[in-house]
């Protein structure tokens, strides 16, 4: 298969706390997973990516790991900030599928002042 | 770099009447190109895509064509506009097995 699951579809945090987000994918021979944030009107602008020899990588106040064998991974953002504010969507490449991205449905994300 | 650029931004169209949305593609050559389409406040939806001048696959049946004339130069076409046809289109583009980038987006209202 090549559905792509992400939970939850909506999040609202307070601003400094943490958000996560988690995905998990049916196509064992996925190796790339990108994560991308979409602001209101906007096109999805790619903010963080790992690839199936990582398990964990960051940038700055995000975050991404990945588990192989259970065939799901998260976003983490620490001391989030209410420009965090956004739909973050998830996804992984179908290698059998000319490497074409699997999305998830995307999480909306609230952070309140 | 490579930059991808979109237009139009926005839209406004009668049903029944034909459509073109074009995308092209600088800094890169012989990228994948992609065309998808978002419904408010749903997910990513892959419509084509593409892996050369005119080498156009399609994932979903519908009422929109999609053109590949030059190397960097993606165009969605349809000849007669639905009213399911509204929503925001996205053209993008990679290098295959690399990362994808997405366009600015169109946001299409067929009225």
């Known amino acids: 298969g090549e559905n792509v699951e992400q939970h939850p579809s909506t999040l609202s945090v307070q601003e400094g706390d943490s958000a996560v987000i988690k995905c998990t994918y049916s196509d064992s021979a996925s190796n790339y997973f990108p994560w991308y944030k979409q602001e209101l009107g906007k096109g999805p602008q790619l903010i963080i990516d790992?690839?199936?020899?990582?398990g964990e990588k960051k940038d700055q106040r995000i975050a991404v790991t990945l588990n192989k064998t259970a065939k799901h991974f998260s976003l983490h953002i620490t001391e989030t900030q209410p420009e965090d504010s956004a739909v973050y969507f998830c996804a992984a490449h179908l290698p059998l599928r000319d490497y074409k991205l699997s999305f998830g449905a995307g999480t909306t994300v609230t952070v309140r002042a | 770099s490579q930059t991808i650029h979109q237009w139009p931004a926005t839209l406004v169209q009668p049903v029944g009447s034909p459509l073109s949305l074009e995308c092209t593609v600088e800094?890169?050559?012989?990228?994948?190109l992609y065309w998808y389409r978002q419904a408010a406040g749903r997910g990513l939806q892959l419509l084509f895509y593409s892996v050369g001048i005119g080498q156009i696959s399609s994932e979903v049946p519908q009422n929109l064509s999609a053109s590949r004339p030059q190397d960097r130069q993606f165009i969605l076409s349809s000849k007669k506009l639905l009213l399911s046809d509204s929503g925001f289109y996205l053209c993008?583009?990679?290098?295959?097995?690399?990362?994808?980038?997405f366009g600015s987006g169109t946001q299409l209202s067929v009225l």
């Open positions: 800094g890169t050559s012989n990228p994948n």
């Open positions: 993008a583009w990679s290098q295959i097995n690399e990362k994808l980038f």
């Open positions: 790992i690839r199936s020899n990582v």
